[in-house]
């Protein structure tokens, strides 16, 4: 079972910058889609951005201009730039990893087969 690691995570006021970090346990193929989710208390698990093999990403509507994402297919890590930060993005930021033939699909948690313990992201206004 692969396991996936972030790492970034910390405490910023509005308007600052961060980015996580996720790393495998072990090498995951390029063809993997991987994508960053984050949970608020008492909210559900959100999807905000998501990349295919290709590199071709999508973004949900809240983390457009805001946030991107990448990745190093080299150093096998994902990365999420978060820019412009709200203390709205207050939340645990996961990221997921899900087989080849894998669509950008951030409204199906539950598709992705491999998960991170999280990294807790704190904005203050």
């Known amino acids: 079972q692969v396991r996936l690691s972030e790492s970034g995570g910390g405490s910023v006021q509005a308007g600052g910058s961060l980015k996580l970090s996720c790393a495998p346990s072990?090498?995951?193929?390029?063809?993997?889609?991987m994508a960053w989710f984050r949970q608020a208390p008492g909210k559900e698990r959100e999807g905000l951005a998501a990349?295919?093999?290709?590199?071709?990403?999508r973004l949900t509507d809240s983390v457009q201009g805001r946030f991107s994402i990448s990745k190093d297919n080299d150093a096998n890590t994902l990365y999420l730039q978060m820019n412009s930060l709200k203390p709205e993005d207050t939340a645990i930021y996961y990221c997921?990893?899900?087989?080849?033939?894998?669509?950008?699909?951030?409204?199906?948690?539950?598709?992705?087969?491999?998960w991170g313990q999280g990294t807790q992201v704190t904005v203050s206004s």
């Open positions: 997921a990893a899900k087989p080849p033939l894998c669509t950008l699909d951030l409204q199906s948690p539950e598709t992705y087969t491999n």
């Open positions: 072990v090498y995951i193929a390029p063809t993997y889609c």
């Open positions: 990349i295919d093999r290709h590199g071709n990403t």
